[in-house]
């Protein structure tokens, strides 16, 4: 999920609608709203929100330490101008990234998956099974895999936290946002049983995890290597040995 922040309402709710048509989910947030519900929210919240878009606010100095401090979600300024001492003033503070209006809210989205690929720490397996921030759709063995939009979104996070476990409130966090009160939340259960049906008939093995009241995890199998020039094999569509690599920023355009 994404937060935005900034002073004035309408600008608020124009990013709220500029997301949602991109299909992510987002809420727009008063500075001082903001403050209150970083000091409260929990550390699952935390884990589901990807992202913090800073706008017009009083004072930007300290709240990228302290959105840190919670999570990992990734920090962008937007700033008004083409002020070097605005710009330069943000990235003091603490920010990932620093952009000027106007911007697309996929511009923003596609910023924030290539912050957050760059914390992801660097795997040492064969990348066979790559996972496209930004909306694109996996690769099995070089073939896309065509999933509906929240079951992108849905691999897009297990595959961010790779061998850690997630909790479906966190994957409902990601998909559907925190305040939505229109959507209960066993629907993750739905979308995870589809999306493992269709991994399962791509790589030919179940690469989720799911215990009860633990979660869900992610781990694919490492690739085969050739041993003579210690380059990966490749492997046939449905054959298992695949790894995933979210090194790849590719703008996607599939219409769900």
């Known amino acids: 999920m994404i937060a935005f922040i900034d002073e004035r309402e309408t600008v608020r ?5 500029w997301f949602a048509r991109e299909g992510a989910s987002s809420i727009g947030l008063s500075p001082l709203d903001f403050q209150v519900w970083l000091d409260t929210i929990s550390e699952s919240d935390a884990e589901a929100l990807e992202a913090v878009i800073i706008g017009q606010v009083p004072a930007i100095e300290g709240l990228p330490h302290k959105i840190r401090r919670k999570g990992r979600a990734a920090t962008i300024a937007i700033v008004e101008g083409r002020s070097l001492e605005e710009t330069l003033t943000a990235f003091r503070a603490g920010v990932d990234d620093v952009v000027r209006k106007p911007v697309h ?9 290539a912050i957050l690929q760059r914390k992801v720490a660097e795997r040492s397996a064969v990348n066979h099974c790559r996972v496209f921030a930004g909306g694109g759709d996996p690769a099995i ?4 895999l065509s999933l509906p939009r929240r079951e992108r979104r849905i691999l897009e996070y297990l595959a961010r936290n790779e061998g850690r476990r997630v909790s479906k409130t966190q994957l409902f966090n990601t998909v559907y946002g925190m305040f939505d009160n229109n959507v209960n939340e066993s629907i993750v259960e739905s979308h995870v049983s589809k999306l493992r049906k269709k991994l399962r008939n791509a790589i030919g093995y179940d690469p ?3 215990k009860r009241f633990l979660g869900y995890l992610l781990q694919f199998r490492p690739a085969a290597v050739d041993a003579v020039n210690d380059q990966p094999r490749s492997a046939p569509r449905g054959l298992p040995g695949h790894s995933y ?3 790849a920023i590719e703008p996607a355009s599939v219409a769900d």
């Open 245 to 247: 690599d979210l090194g």
């Open 141 to 144: 063995g070089g073939v896309p």
């Open 105 to 113: 809210a996929r511009e923003l989205m596609a910023r924030i998956d």
């Open 208 to 210: 989720i995890d799911s």
């Open 13 to 17: 709710t124009v990013y709220e609608s």
